[in-house]
């Protein structure tokens, strides 16, 4: 099975801050990588699919990149709403693996 | 709208088992992949299996098969993991989810379904 990593676990951060999560798979992925965004109590909210496109309604400050095991997430101009937890989640013949989250806290 | 509606909160003993639906509208039902994807309290996301509506086919993880089973029952969109022999380790949120199959990530959730094991 492939592995996610997902780093940091947390990240303490200023509203206005430019922030970026790193996810690293145990190979190649080629693009197949998504980011979700989850609120305590809530379901996840799909942002970004296959590495770098995002989703309908999701606000431009959220971008994505990377290709093959290395990819990130970056959130520049942090705002209120977008402290919350954060997963990566790769997609190879028809598995899914989720890395294990990155919380972005107020400083 | 497009939306995924799950059943309520379940109390199970060791060893029972418990069934989650999860009801779709908005769409047509049998045009995505439903996924399960469960959550314990505090921890992350743990992917559980995805079911095709359309023709029945289904893939477990690893960590599941043999205690996992998802159906469906398109006259009513409905889709359903069920799970047995469960322990204390079971208790967690359980969600389902849509896969858009062109880009392989789950755009809509159900609300989730809270499943506490406990004797």
């Known amino acids: 099975d492939i592995q996610m990593t997902q780093s940091p676990s947390t990240l303490s951060a200023s509203i206005g801050d430019r922030i970026t999560i790193t996810c690293r798979a145990s190979?190649?992925?080629?693009?197949?990588l998504a980011w979700y965004q989850q609120k305590p109590g809530k379901a996840p909210r799909l942002l970004i699919y296959k590495a770098s496109n995002l989703k309908s309604g999701v606000p431009s400050r959220f971008s994505g990149s990377g290709s093959g095991t290395e990819f990130t997430l970056t959130i520049n101009s942090l705002q209120p709403d977008d402290f919350a937890t954060y997963y990566c989640?790769?997609?190879?013949?028809?598995?899914?693996?989720f890395g294990q989250g990155t919380k972005v806290e107020i400083k | 709208q497009v939306q995924l509606v799950q059943s309520g909160a379940e109390v199970k003993k060791p060893g029972a088992s418990v069934k989650v639906s999860c009801k779709a509208s908005g769409y047509t039902f049998t045009s995505y992949d439903i996924n399960w994807v469960r959550q314990a309290t505090g921890q992350g996301l743990e992917w559980m299996g995805w079911?095709?509506?359309?023709?029945?086919?289904?893939g477990y993880a690893q960590k599941f098969q043999g205690r996992v089973t998802m159906t469906r029952n398109t006259s009513i969109s409905t889709a359903y993991m069920e799970l047995s022999s469960l322990r204390s380790e079971d208790t967690a949120v359980y969600y389902c989810?849509?896969?858009?199959?062109?880009?392989?990530?789950?755009?809509?959730w159900g609300q989730g379904t809270m499943v506490t094991v406990s004797s």
């Open positions: 989810a849509r896969d858009v199959g062109t880009i392989d990530a789950f755009d809509i």
């Open positions: 079911m095709n509506p359309n023709s029945g086919n289904t």
């Open positions: 989640q790769q997609y190879n013949s028809y598995s899914w693996t």
């Open positions: 190979q190649s992925i080629s693009s197949w």
